[in-house]
Nanobody
Framework: QVQLRESGGGSVQPGGSLTLSCVFSASAAGSACMGWFRQAPGQEREGVASIVRDSDIRYSAAAKGRFTLSKDNTKNTLYLQMNSLQPGDTAMYYC??????????????????????WGQGTQVTVSS
């Protein structure tokens, strides 16, 4: 069973930094793609960054240059280092892995495929 658990969210001032972590189960280690997504109140879930086949890292336009995705397979952990945070980055951040089926399956072609495994999310709030 694929399990994903995020941590590291919190409240920061504009210009601050946070690092999100996502510990994934061994069954998720073979996923072709994993990524970070976010959803602000009243808005659709959007991609932030993903890694495809452990080598191809992709970023949204909003994340490029400020966020860094990394993956440590020895620790089964996916990270998202976020710098220069702005109020527009305020959202619930979710870790996800490709695969699965059913209503949880969301297609994000730009981020590598269909993501059907999701963590519960970690809240990031940026305000002064």
């Amino acid at each position: 069973q694929v399990q994903l658990r995020e941590s590291g969210g919190g409240s920061v001032q504009p210009g601050g930094s946070l690092t999100l972590s996502c510990v994934f189960s061994a069954s998720a280690a073979g996923s072709a793609c994993m990524g970070w997504f976010r959803q602000a109140p009243g808005q659709e879930r959007e991609g932030v960054a993903s890694i495809v086949r452990d080598s191809d890292i992709r970023y949204s336009a909003a994340a490029k240059g400020r966020f860094t995705l990394s993956k440590d397979n020895t620790k089964n952990t996916l990270y998202l280092q976020m710098n220069s945070l702005q109020p527009g980055d305020t959202a619930m951040y979710y870790c996800a892995a490709c695969g699965g089926s059913g209503p949880a399956l969301l297609h994000y072609r730009a981020y590598g495929g269909a993501f059907g495994y999701w963590g519960q999310g970690t809240q990031v709030t940026v305000s002064s």
